[in-house]
């Protein structure tokens, strides 16, 4: 890692180790660790309960049925928001996916099932937003990818594809239709070199988790309604996309 954590799940388990003792692949080393980390639990209650008052960030594997089906990684926030802490489920996705439409609704459903399953306060992520064009140039204005608004444009550029199916031009309906009818995935940009964008990503999160209404915070009621609902005059607004 680039960075040297406070708390290292490694010394309790290491996928290398778990890969060669149970002959298995990362992704099914990945699920059996996340299995022996919710089974000793308590050893991560004590290493947190070493930093009192502190602010954590859980860096997690990017695999994504860990948290789309698989439960243990569910069950071990459960156990921590019991154990006392208020959490934010925070789900970063590359936004270069936004300059193919079958990604981008790829995306956007992992995210929802990923919102559906983990059941906690939950802040989606455009990362790279600099980056987004390179991989090709973008349908829509950035706010039609963060905000996820009519999906029945992006229906039509999917039924345009060549590889489209009559079969796969009712899956591409059904899916759209059910991200719609949700109506809960959105995302936020974001990009390492912007800090306007940084700032708006943490506030949204400080929100979300509650950190933002603790004591020696500012409690103007205008600032909090603003950051709760990420109110932005359009004039202001910030997407760090570029080519």
Known sequence: MSYEPSIDVSTLVTLEDVMDTYH???NGGLMYCMEFLEKNI???FEQ?????GHYFIFDCPGQVELYTHHNSVKNITEKLVKFGLHLCAINVVDSHYCS???????ALLMSL?????????HVNVLSKTDLTERYGKLMFHPSYYTDVLDLEYLLDALNDDPFATKRGTKLNKAMVELIEGYSLVSFLPLCV?????LGKVRAA???????IFGSGEERSV??????AVGANFAGDRDFGFGE
């Open 24 to 26: 298995l692949g990362p």
């Open 42 to 44: 308590d050893w991560l």
């Open 48 to 52: 947190i309960g070493r930093f009192k």
């Open 100 to 106: 193919d439409p079958g990604k981008f609704v790829s």
């Open 113 to 121: 099932t990923t919102m559906l399953n983990m059941g906690l306060p």
């Open 193 to 197: 070199n912007n800090i306007q964008l």
């Open 205 to 211: 999160v400080d929100t979300a988790n509650g950190y």
């Open 222 to 227: 205008s600032a909090l309604l603003s950051s």
